[in-house]
């Protein structure tokens, strides 16, 4: 009789050992409705309809873990075209979900509707989602949280709680028209009226207080802070009163534990950071503003604020205690912060960093200007309009899909030309640039990539018309940020500090003002991938291309099929 118990204990010890293992290594589906509407939304006095999903601003976290699978049916009840990108999720083989119009895929038209697969793979931490067709992006986005697989844990001590702090902008004004006053009058767009935490824009507003964001918090306990810059047009600096900040990751990936008093966030950069409540029991904000390296141009120069409140009995001081941040201008205070991240490179979190490099590319950023329509005069320097360009190209997107034509090897949609250097050498960083530098080519080139080329491709900023940063992000890859810094990048010198030790992996970098940045990957996801400035109005200029990653050899390594029921230009 005992034995047989014992035989028993131990059979239903190993069935538990082995549904725990199942658990571990079986990747779950997880599945989301979004329907895009109309809904109408107040802030600062004064009300609007906005496009959102499912009627939240912002709009719904999608949770998953590590190497999930996320199905997202977006269904389209609004009388706009929309697109949704899983931003910072590479999708292996499959761009067919990745969202950026007439890039991968036709727009989802009013009243359809379009399944998208999200395939999750090496992502762990936070990432998110977002509009990719004008500029619908505003309102239309969110979290997407990427926790570790169950039985493993965070490279960090599991923190009481997680708290979103998603940044942004509003405007009073309609945004499509917004966008389409600027793309008319040729200048630069409509600052915004507010800046917002978690869609708020907090106490210093008018019409804004009572509904500031607020955490309370337990004195001694640590909370992580599953942050992201989704505002359209600035990188932001974000601190919070008396209290050290932690980083621990970014854009899905693990850092080394960096402490700082503030944090500089590109838009479409997410930062993970950890804050310890080991203040006196109070009332603190945290606050962000923009940062703006452009001299020239009319920002939104307010400050957002949330408030992070202990619980707890206590009298509070009169008014939560204010953050110092750096000055709008202080182009040192973001390029330190974002060449101080290092990935934490640790055993169960190792990287790979290209060390043999088969493809060499150098990309000069740059604001340029075109002439007005006939008989017009525009906003933009001299009457003319405002470009942008990547190697003297100004993207012109097609009216289908990059991916649709490359797949069924359609012709005539764009062309493999986009140049490896800039077509003019020039010292792209000194004042006063020769006015004929200005005029960029149009163009809908791509760069064809061999499936495992290794690629170092360095984005130098330049000083045409304005030197401004530019923060480059790229689809279906995360890279290596090896190096950066100001001024013109030296092919001779600047590889010689290149560090490929520990360098941070991300999928967006802010490129310095009239500064380089160098980047590694390798180029393992077939498929057609966007990249661009993450800044709206440079991508309304025209700042992006696109590269296409041909398939390998191996079965496994190629695109896999296009679902049924693609949305249809
Ligand atoms: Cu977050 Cu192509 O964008
Ligand atoms: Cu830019």
Redesign the pocket.
């Known amino acids: 009789m005992k034995t047989d118990m014992n035989v028993i204990h131990v059979l239903v010890l190993g069935l538990f050992v082995l549904l725990g293992n199942m658990l571990q290594s079986q990747a779950a589906l997880v599945r989301y409705n979004f329907v895009i509407q109309e809904t109408k939304y107040t802030r600062l006095c004064s009300s609007k309809n906005i496009l959102t999903v499912n009627g939240q601003y912002p709009g719904p976290t999608i949770s998953a873990r590590r190497g999930d699978t996320v199905i997202v049916d977006v269904i389209n009840k609004a009388s706009q075209n929309i697109t949704i990108?899983w931003?910072?999720v590479k999708l292996p083989r499959y761009p067919w979900s990745d969202?950026?119009e007439f890039i991968t895929q036709c727009p989802i038209q009013p009243g359809t509707r379009f399944s998208q697969k999200v395939v999750l793979s090496d992502e762990e931490g936070t990432l998110?989602w977002?509009a990719?067709s004008d500029w619908s992006?505003a309102t239309v986005h969110g979290l997407l949280v990427v926790s570790p697989k169950i039985g493993t844990s965070f490279p960090f001590p599991k923190p009481h709680a997680e708290v979103p702090v998603i940044l942004g902008d509003w405007w009073k004004n309609d945004i499509q028209t917004v966008m389409e006053e600027f793309m008319t009058n040729g200048g630069d767009p409509a600052p915004s009226d507010a800046l917002t935490i978690n869609g708020q824009p907090g106490d210093f507003y008018n019409c804004s207080r009572p509904e500031t964001t607020k955490v309370n918090v337990d004195s001694g306990k640590t909370y992580l802070l599953r942050m992201v810059n989704a505002a359209m047009n600035n990188i932001m600096f974000f601190a919070i009163a008396d209290h050290q900040l932690t980083v621990v990751g970014t854009d899905g990936a693990y850092t080394k534990p960096l402490k700082a008093n503030y944090v500089a966030i590109s838009?479409?950069q997410t930062i993970d950071v950890l804050l310890v409540a080991n203040q006196p029991r109070n009332r603190y904000y945290m606050a962000a503003k923009l940062y703006n390296s452009n001299p020239r141009s009319e920002f939104d120069d307010t400050t957002t604020t949330a408030i992070i409140e202990y619980n707890g009995k206590y009298t509070p001081s009169p008014s939560p205690i204010v953050p110092t941040l750096p000055a709008f201008n202080d182009r040192n205070a973001s390029a330190n912060f974002t060449s101080s991240l290092r990935s934490l490179a640790s055993r169960v979190h190792p990287i790979d960093v290209p060390m043999t490099i088969t493809r060499k590319f150098l990309y000069t950023l740059s604001i340029n200007t075109l002439p007005c329509a006939s008989n017009t005069t525009c906003l933009g320097p001299r009457h003319n309009r405002f470009a942008a360009s990547i190697n003297n190209i100004t993207f012109d997107a097609p009216r289908t899909s990059i991916l649709g034509a490359y797949y069924r090897g359609v012709n005539g949609v764009y062309g493999d030309d986009f140049p490896d250097n800039p077509p003019f050498i020039f010292n792209y960083t000194q004042d006063n640039l020769n006015i004929s530098l200005e005029t960029p080519t149009n163009g809908t080139e791509v760069k064809v990539l061999k499936y495992n080329d290794t690629v170092e491709l360095v984005f130098q900023g330049t000083n045409v018309v304005s030197g401004v940063d530019h923060p480059m992000?790229l689809?279906g890859y995360s890279f290596y940020v090896v190096g950066s810094g100001f001024g013109n990048f030296d092919r001779q010198r600047d590889p010689l500090n290149y560090n490929l030790v520990d360098p941070p992996l991300q999928q967006?970098i802010a490129v310095p003002q009239n500064g380089w940045t160098a980047i590694r990957f390798r180029a393992n996801n077939p498929g057609v991938w966007?990249m661009?400035c993450?800044f709206e109005r440079h991508?309304s200029w025209g700042m992006e291309m696109v590269f296409i990653v041909r398939n390998g050899k191996g079965l496994d390594e190629r695109i896999l099929p296009p679902p049924s029921d693609m949305p249809k230009c």
């Open positions: 990108h931003h910072g969202g950026p998110w977002h990719h992006r838009p479409g992000h689809h967006t966007f661009h993450h991508v």
